[in-house]
């Protein structure tokens, strides 16, 4: 059975950390690309981070990029998602996603498997 399960959220004071991991179990990382979304209350769900199939190729939104790291252990075929300098608007549900292919390329797929979330909530 394929599965994606994310553990990691919590609550957290701005400018905290957290580290979010998704768990994947009925195939390899080697045969997906891993997406890393997100869904604020009232908000549409928005990409926040991918890594390729080989691990290679990797790609964050605008805003994430320079506080947020995408990185996987192949051998307990788990993605985390390293998260710094969190802030209020960063609350939301994350979820990981996947999608089969080798391309060196991980967004802009329509994703095949959805993990059930973890809530992150920043907040003094």
């Known amino acids: 059975q394929l599965q994606l399960v994310e553990s990691g959220g919590g609550l957290v004071q701005p400018g905290g950390s957290l580290r979010l991991s998704c768990a994947a179990s009925?195939?390899?990382?080697?045969?997906?690309?891993i997406g890393w979304f997100r869904q604020a209350p009232g908000k549409e769900r928005e990409g926040v981070s991918c890594?390729?199939?080989?691990?290679?190729?990797?790609n964050y939104a605008d805003s994430m990029k320079g506080r947020f790291t995408i990185s996987r252990d192949s051998a307990k075929n788990t993605v985390y998602l390293q998260m710094n300098s969190l802030k209020p608007e960063d609350t939301a549900v994350y979820y990981c996603?996947?999608?089969?292919?080798?391309?060196?390329?991980?967004?802009?797929?329509?994703?095949?498997?959805w993990g059930k979330g973890t809530l992150v909530t920043v907040s003094s």
């Open positions: 996603a996947a999608t089969f292919t080798l391309s060196p390329r991980c967004h802009g797929y329509v994703m095949d498997y």
């Open positions: 009925g195939f390899t990382l080697d045969r997906v690309a």
């Open positions: 890594i390729s199939s080989s691990g290679a190729g990797t």
